[in-house]
C-alpha cells in the first residue's frame, strides 16, 4: 500500500547522501541507513559511464527517520569517507542528480546485524 498525501502526492521524506566511496553499495544503503526506519525507496547514484559518482538517495516513510539518519549518520566514516547528508526539502523532493539511478522499491526494511560506519 502507498502512502498518499493530500493531493495524491506521494508522501517520504529523501536524505542526499555524498562523499561515498565508490565501491559503496544499493545494499550497503540498505544496510545501514535500514536500521533508522521504514524507507520507500534507496538509490546510488551513477555517472553517465554506469560508475557510482560517490553519491546516493535514502526516502525515509516518515520524516523523524530522516532526521534521526541526519543524526546518527552525518560526517560519520563509511569505508574511509565522511558521509554527508543532507535532508532535501518538502515532501520527496527529487535529487538535483541527471545522472542514472539504480532505484530499490522496499516494502518493508530487515534490520542488519553489522554497521559498517
Known amino acids: 500500500m502507498r502512502s498518499v498525501g493530500v493531493a495524491g502526492i506521494e508522501v517520504g ?3 542526499y547522501v555524498t562523499n561515498l566511496d ?7 544503503i540498505r544496510e545501514l ?3 533508522i526506519g521504514e524507507m520507500k525507496r534507496y ?5 553517465q559511464n554506469g560508475r557510482p559518482n560517490g553519491s ?3 526516502v525515509y516513510m516518515r520524516r523523524s527517520d530522516a532526521f534521526q539518519a541526519m543524526k546518527r549518520y552525518n560526517n560519520v566514516l563509511l569505508d574511509g569517507r565522511s558521509m554527508k547528508l543532507e535532508i532535501l526539502g ?3 523532493e527529487v535529487a538535483p542528480v541527471a ?14 546485524g553489522k554497521k559498517r560506519a
Do not use: C, L, P, S
Not at 23 to 28: A, L, P, R
Open 22 to 28: 565508490q565501491g559503496v553499495t544499493n545494499e550497503d
Open 33 to 35: 541507513f535500514g536500521e
Open 99 to 112: 545522472a542514472r539511478v539504480n532505484v530499490n522499491e522496499v516494502a518493508t526494511v530487515e534490520k542488519a
Open 56 to 58: 546516493a538517495e535514502v
Open 13 to 15: 521524506t529523501t536524505v
Open 43 to 47: 538509490a546510488i547514484h551513477y555517472d
Open 90 to 92: 518538502g515532501n520527496n
